[in-house]
């Protein structure tokens, strides 16, 4: 059987890209300035973060406008939701199998 901490997914070390997969994991959409409020980061980090989620096939990105302001939505892939899970339950694993 595999350690569980091999299990782990590196790109979800970050806490700010735990935080985006949790609100994406329970929201059918998210808009940035919600993740932003929610997390509580700087647009650039937020930016970099999302990004590299979304070049990972984690997250769907949908640009459009609420009236002239741009409105991007984020929502979690299936592939996105199979490796956050299997991240969440590598964690599950390793607490209790410290006790």
């Known amino acids: 059987m595999k350690n569980p901490i ?3 997914n590196k790109v979800f070390d970050s806490r700010v890209r735990l935080g985006i997969m949790s609100a994406v994991m329970v929201n059918d959409e998210v808009n940035f300035n919600e993740l932003k409020e929610l997390i509580q980061v700087t647009d650039g980090n937020l930016a970099s973060h999302l990004k590299t989620l979304e070049e990972n096939g984690y997250l769907l990105v949908k640009k459009g ?5 741009t ?4 929502a ?3 592939s996105g939701e199979k490796a956050f899970k299997a991240h969440i339950d590598a ?3 390793m607490i209790k199998g410290l006790h």
């Open 6 to 8: 091999e299990q782990l």
């Open 65 to 69: 406008f609420i009236g002239r302001k």
């Open 71 to 74: 409105n991007t939505t984020y």
């Open 76 to 78: 979690i892939t299936k």
């Open 91 to 93: 964690l599950e694993k």
